[in-house]
Nanobody
Framework: QVQLVESGGGLVQTGGSLRLSCAAS????????SGWFRQAPGKEREFVAA????????SYADSMKGRFTISRDNAKNTVYLQMNSLKPEDTGVYYC????????????????WGQGTQVTVSS
């Protein structure tokens, strides 16, 4: 099995930045992509960004384009999410996940999930 541990969340003011990390215990032949999702209070889980481990190709939700950057360190089995120009609507619990597919937006394609890290953006 694959275990994922997120870190880097916290409280930040509007316009600030945070860098989230997700360390994976291991990757398998079917661990092809990692993604970030978030869930605000009372709302469903929302896709943020994803990256292919092999090619590095990325995918972003429209609301994050230009502000968030996903990256990965293959040697460390770690994926990062750099979040800049944060807004109050970015507040939520951020989860990293791993998929046997490419950097898809579809939540059902992700079979391993971290415990989540809280991001709070104050206005």
């Amino acid at each position: 099995q694959v275990q994922l541990v997120e870190s880097g969340g916290g409280l930040v003011q509007t316009g600030g930045s945070l860098r989230l990390s997700c360390a994976a215990s291991r990757r398998t032949f079917t661990s092809n992509a990692s993604g970030w999702f978030r869930q605000a209070p009372g709302k469903e889980r929302e896709f943020v960004a994803a990256i292919s481990w092999s090619s590095g190709s990325t995918s972003y939700a429209d609301s994050m384009k230009g502000r968030f950057t996903i990256s990965r360190d293959n040697a460390k089995n770690t994926v990062y999410l750099q979040m800049n120009s944060l807004k109050p609507e970015d507040t939520g619990v951020y989860y990293c996940a791993q998929s046997a597919y490419g950097p898809t937006h579809d939540v059902v394609r992700y079979n391993y999930w971290g415990q989540g890290t809280q991001v709070t953006v104050s206005s």
